[in-house]
T-cell receptor, first 116, second 110 residues
C-alpha cells in the first residue's frame, strides 16, 4: 500500500490567480494521477503525471491550464492556473504501487478549492 | 469514449437490509475495481476483478464480474451503519488508466 499526503487541504482563491497543489507519497510508486471531483459527483481524470517528462492529459484538460510536475518517483504537483469559479472542486492525487497494478490506486485526502 | 454507468444513483435502506449496486460499461473491460468513499473522505480501494464470471467475497460484500466483462455488481448483506458512503466501480480497458463509474450513494436508517 501507499500513504499519500496532499497540501493544502483546502484553499479559497481569487479568480485569475494560480494555486499549486503538492502530492507526496511515502514509498516508491509507479504511476501517479490527478483527478477532479465535484461534490457528490464521480472522479474525472485530469492527467497522468510522468516522472521526468510531460504529463499525459485527458481530453478537455490542457497543460497551460493544469501544469503538472513529477520530478521524482514520490512527489508531484498540480497547478490550477488563471482560476475561475468553474475550477472550484476537490482535486485528488493517486498512485499505484509496483505490485498493485493500474486498478489498485491509493488516493490522497484531496484539496478542496474554492474560487471566488 | 468509454463510459461506465452505475445504478442506482442513490439507495436508502434500513439497517440490516441488503444492498446491491450495478455497474455497466459501454466497452469490454480488462478488469474492474470497486472503491468506497465515505462522506468527506477519499476513495479507498476495495477489490479488483479480472476474470470473466469472477466472484469474490469480503465478509458481507460480494463482488461479481460479468461473463462478457462489461458489467459488475457489488452486493452487501445485512448492511450496517459503517457501510454508509458512495461506492464506485472503475473499469480498465487499457494499461494506462481506469474510468470511474458514476457511483451509488448508500445511506442507512439505523
Amino acid at each position: 500500500s501507499a500513504v499519500i499526503s496532499q497540501k493544502p487541504s483546502r484553499d479559497i482563491c481569487q479568480r485569475g490567480t494560480s494555486l499549486t497543489i503538492q502530492c507526496q507519497v511515502d514509498s516508491q510508486v509507479t504511476m501517479m494521477f490527478w483527478y477532479r471531483q465535484q461534490p457528490g459527483q464521480s472522479l474525472t481524470l485530469i492527467a497522468t503525471a510522468n516522472q521526468g517528462s510531460e504529463a499525459t492529459y485527458e481530453s478537455g484538460f490542457v497543460i497551460d491550464k493544469f501544469p503538472i510536475s513529477r520530478p521524482n518517483l514520490t512527489f508531484s504537483t498540480l497547478t490550477v492556473s488563471n482560476m475561475s469559479p468553474e475550477d472550484s472542486s476537490i482535486y485528488l492525487c493517486s498512485a499505484t504501487t509496483p505490485t498493485g497494478g493500474i486498478g489498485e490506486q491509493y488516493f490522497g485526502p484531496g484539496t478542496r478549492l474554492t474560487v471566488t | 469514449g468509454q463510459q461506465v454507468m452505475q445504478i442506482p444513483q442513490y439507495q436508502h435502506v434500513q439497517e440490516g437490509e441488503d444492498f446491491t449496486t450495478y455497474c455497466n460499461s459501454s466497452t469490454t473491460l480488462s478488469n474492474i475495481q470497486w472503491y468506497k468513499q465515505r462522506p468527506g473522505g477519499h476513495p479507498v480501494f476495495l477489490i479488483q476483478l479480472v476474470k470473466s464470471g469472477e466472484v469474490k467475497k469480503q465478509k458481507r460484500l460480494t463482488f461479481q464480474f460479468g461473463e462478457a466483462k462489461k458489467n459488475s455488481s457489488l452486493h452487501i448483506t445485512a448492511t450496517q451503519t459503517t457501510d454508509v458512503g458512495t461506492y464506485f466501480c472503475a473499469g480498465g480497458s487499457s494499461a494506462s488508466k481506469i474510468i470511474f463509474g458514476s457511483g451509488t450513494r448508500l445511506s442507512i436508517r439505523p
